[in-house]
C-alpha cells in the first residue's frame, strides 16, 4: 500500500491516555472503576462531553450536565473536576516515531478536544502547555473538534481531515485509542491501528509503513 499521510488522535496516542487519570480520580474517591468512561459512552452522539466537544456548550453549562449524568448513574461527579484530568503527558518515543514520519509522510493531528485548559491539547500548567505546544508545532495541520464544530465518530470529520490533507482514505493511516473513532475511518478506507500501548501502537505503525522503528526510537 503506497501512503502519503498519517492521521494521529492526540490523547492517549502522543500523551498518556485521559482514561488513566479518570481512575486514579474514581479511586481516590472510591468510585466504581470505569465509572466516568461508562458515562460518557452513554447517549455518546448527543451527551454533555459530545456537545462540549463540539462547542455546543460552554464549560458551565458541561460541569452542570455532567453532574446531572452522573448522578442519573448514582455517583454525581462535576464537569469541571473532570476537565483537570484531561492533559496527559507527553510520550516521547511517540514524539520521535512522528518526527520519523514526518520526514515521508504528512503528518496531521485530528482530536476531540475543547475548549478548557491552555491549548488544544487541554494542558494544566504553563510547563504542561509548552510541552503540548512543541509536539503541536511538528504537526503539518491541526484539525480540532471543538473548533470545528464536529467531533469523532461524525464521518463528516474524517472527510473534512482528507480534503485538507488533499488525499484519499486509502492513502492514509489513522492511529486512535478509540475503537469507536476509528471505523468510521475504517469503513472509508483508511489503514487504522487501534493504541492499546505505546510499544504495540509503534510496532504495529512501523509494520504498517514497512518501517524499523527500533522499539520507538526514531
Known amino acids: 500500500m503506497s501512503y502519503r499521510a498519517i492521521l494521529w488522535d492526540f490523547g492517549g496516542v502522543l ?49 452542570r450536565q455532567f453532574r446531572a449524568e452522573t448522578a442519573a448513574a448514582g455517583h454525581e461527579v462535576p464537569g469541571h473536576d473532570v476537565l483537570g484530568l484531561l492533559g ?45 505546544a512543541d509536539v503541536m508545532a511538528r504537526f503539518d495541520l491541526v484539525i480540532e473538534s471543538s473548533k470545528e464544530g464536529l467531533r469523532k465518530p461524525d464521518p463528516r470529520i474524517y472527510v473534512l481531515a482528507c480534503e485538507r490533507m488533499q488525499v484519499a482514505p486509502e492513502e492514509v493511516v489513522y492511529l486512535d485509542d478509540l475503537g469507536v473513532n476509528l471505523r468510521p475511518a475504517r469503513e472509508m478506507g483508511m489503514t487504522t491501528i487501534k493504541v492499546v500501548s505505546e510499544a504495540q501502537a509503534i510496532a504495529d505503525l512501523g509494520q504498517a509503513l514497512g518501517i524499523a522503528f527500533g522499539g520507538g526510537e526514531a
Open 15 to 63: 500523551t498518556t491516555s485521559p482514561f488513566e487519570a479518570f481512575n486514579r480520580y474514581e479511586a481516590e474517591r472510591g468510585l466504581p472503576r470505569d465509572f466516568i468512561r461508562g458515562v460518557n459512552a452513554v447517549n455518546h452522539h448527543d451527551n454533555a462531553w459530545a456537545r462540549f466537544e463540539s462547542s455546543r456548550i460552554d464549560e458551565n453549562e458541561f460541569d
Open 88 to 132: 496527559g503527558a507527553v510520550r516521547p518515543r511517540m514524539v520521535a516515531v512522528l518526527d520519523r514520519c514526518k520526514a515521508d509522510y504528512k503528518v496531521v493531528c485530528l482530536t476531540n478536544n475543547v475548549k478548557s485548559g491552555r491549548g488544544p491539547g487541554m494542558a494544566n500548567s504553563s510547563r504542561h502547555a509548552a510541552e503540548i
